[in-house]
C-alpha cells in the first residue's frame, strides 16, 4: 500500500518562481550570429557586467533593452579578458581586480557574504531559458525573481539535468567605481558612433592606466600575448580582410607621420637605417657561411 502513495517532491520551480515578474532580452549568450566565435562562452563575463550595471541602475528597474545592451557590453568585456589569458572559458581567478564598462573603471573584490536589499533575489542568467528559468532551445537571456534564499535553492537545483555533476562556484562580489572617470565630456553619447568613440577611448585609458603599474615579466607576457593573438587572427583571415589591414596600417602610418615632430622623425629614420643595417649584416654573415659551406663541399 505504501508503494502506491505519491511522495511528495517538495516545491519546485514552477512553485517558486513567478513568471510573469520575469524579464527577457531578444537573445542569449548563444546566439552565434551576433556573438560568432564567442558564442555560448561568455556566461562568467555576462554576469559581471549584469552585477555592475546593478551599481548603476538598480535591476528592479531594468527592462529587456537594458538587457540586451548587458549581453553586448559583457561580450567585450569577455572578449578583453579571454584575449588576456588566452582562454576559452574563464574562471572567476581570471577576472581582473579592475574592469573598464559602461565608460568607467571599477574595482572588484570577492568574497563569501551574499546579500539582498529588499529580500526578493535577482537571477541574471545569460544562457537560453524560458520564462521560469528552465533551459529552453528557443529561449532567451532572462532576469527572473525568487522570494527567499531557500527558493533560490530550490531555482538552482531544478535548472541543473539530474545526474550531471556541473561544477560551480558561488561567490560575493563587492564593487566599488574608482575615481578614476574615463567617460568623454564632449563625446557625441546620444549617437551609436558617439558610444563607440566613448568605449574606444575609455579603453585606451584604461589600458594605459593598467601598463602604468606593470612589472616587466607581465609587460613581455602581454606583448607576446598580442603578437600571438595577432598572428592566429591573420592566419585566418580573407583575401579581402588582409587587403582591408594593410590598407588600413598604411593610413594609420601615414596619418602618424604627418602628426610627428622633426625629432621624432629623427629617431624613427635613425631607427628604420639600424634596421636595414642589421638586415644587411646578416644577409651578409648568411652569405658568407653558405660560401664557405660550398668550398668546403667543392
Known amino acids: 500500500m505504501a508503494n502506491d502513495v505519491e511522495e511528495n517532491p517538495g516545491p519546485t520551480i514552477y512553485d517558486v518562481v513567478d513568471p510573469t515578474k520575469t524579464i527577457c532580452a531578444d537573445f542569449s549568450q548563444g546566439n552565434a550570429k551576433k556573438f560568432r ?57 581570471d577576472v581582473p581586480e579592475m574592469v573598464s564598462v559602461f565608460y568607467h573603471i571599477y574595482h572588484l573584490q570577492f568574497g563569501d557574504h551574499l546579500q539582498t536589499s529588499d529580500g526578493t533575489f535577482k537571477i541574471f542568467d545569460s544562457h537560453s531559458r524560458d520564462l521560469y528559468g528552465m533551459p529552453h532551445p528557443l529561449g532567451k537571456c532572462i532576469l527572473a525573481s525568487v522570494e527567499s534564499i531557500e527558493d533560490l535553492v530550490i531555482y538552482f537545483q531544478s535548472t541543473i539535468p539530474r545526474g550531471n555533476e556541473t561544477p560551480f562556484e558561488v561567490k560575493g562580489l563587492a564593487v566599488q567605481e574608482t575615481n578614476f572617470n574615463i567617460t568623454q565630456i564632449d563625446a557625441p553619447t546620444s549617437s551609436q558612433s558617439g558610444k563607440k568613440h566613448v568605449t574606444l577611448e575609455s579603453d585606451r585609458k584604461y589600458r594605459k592606466m593598467k601598463r602604468a603599474v606593470e612589472n616587466e615579466t607581465e609587460k613581455q607576457t602581454r606583448l607576446e600575448n598580442m603578437r600571438d593573438y595577432k598572428k592566429a587572427k591573420q592566419a585566418v583571415e580573407s583575401q579581402t580582410e588582409r587587403q582591408t589591414r594593410i590598407e588600413n596600417d598604411k593610413k594609420y602610418r601615414n596619418k602618424k607621420r604627418a602628426q610627428e615632430t622633426v625629432i621624432e622623425k629623427q629617431t624613427r629614420l635613425a631607427s628604420a637605417n639600424e634596421y636595414k643595417r642589421k638586415r644587411r649584416s646578416s644577409s651578409s654573415n648568411l652569405g658568407d657561411y653558405l660560401n664557405k659551406f660550398d668550398i668546403l663541399n667543392g
Open 37 to 93: 566565435q564567442n558564442a555560448g562562452k561568455q556566461c562568467l563575463a555576462m554576469s559581471l557586467t549584469a552585477i555592475i550595471y546593478d551599481h548603476i541602475t538598480n535591476v528592479n528597474g531594468w527592462d529587456s533593452e537594458l538587457l540586451n545592451d548587458i549581453l553586448c557590453t559583457g561580450n567585450n568585456l569577455y572578449s578583453f579578458i579571454s584575449n588576456s589569458v588566452k582562454k576559452s572559458y574563464l574562471l572567476l581567478t
